[in-house]
């Protein structure tokens, strides 16, 4: 599903590599992990328009959470320590796009199934 997101929407794709190419130039530690955190802002930024604030509260709350504890890090220019919470921030947010994602297709199969009873019940009426 992800792979036909990219072919179709060449932005999606662009902004990958971009993104890909960035994190391999700020690989190191003594830098500040500045395309770590737009990634995961960008993440978090995901998560959210796919409704995880709704389906997936805890895992979007530890995103936040970890970001903002990234960006403290970086403030106080301890990069280590904020790349790795803007990575576990990324993660978090990950998780909760792909469980906002799946609970969506839940609702929508409970939806069909309730529909096509509605209607086995409706067939049964007319009987």
């Known amino acids: 599903m992800q792979t036909n997101i990219l072919l179709k929407k060449p932005k999606f794709l662009l902004a990958a590599l971009v993104t890909t190419s960035v994190l391999a130039l700020a690989g190191c530690a003594g830098n500040p992990p ?3 955190m737009a990634v995961a802002t960008q993440a978090l930024n995901a998560a959210e328009t796919a409704g995880a604030t709704e389906f997936a509260p805890v895992e979007m709350q530890s995103a936040r959470q970890k970001l903002n504890d990234a960006e403290k890090a ?12 803007a990575e576990q921030a990324e993660w978090d947010a990950r998780v909760a ?3 906002a ?5 839940q609702r929508a199969v409970d939806d069909a199934e309730h529909s096509v009873e509605e209607l086995r019940n409706e067939g049964l009426r007319k009987q």
Request: aromatic letters at 8%; charged letters at 50%.
């Open 101 to 105: 994602q799946a609970a969506k297709v």
């Open 74 to 85: 970086d403030f106080e220019k301890d990069y280590k320590k904020a790349k790795n919470l």
């Open 97 to 99: 796009e792909r469980k």
């Open 34 to 36: 500045t395309a770590q």
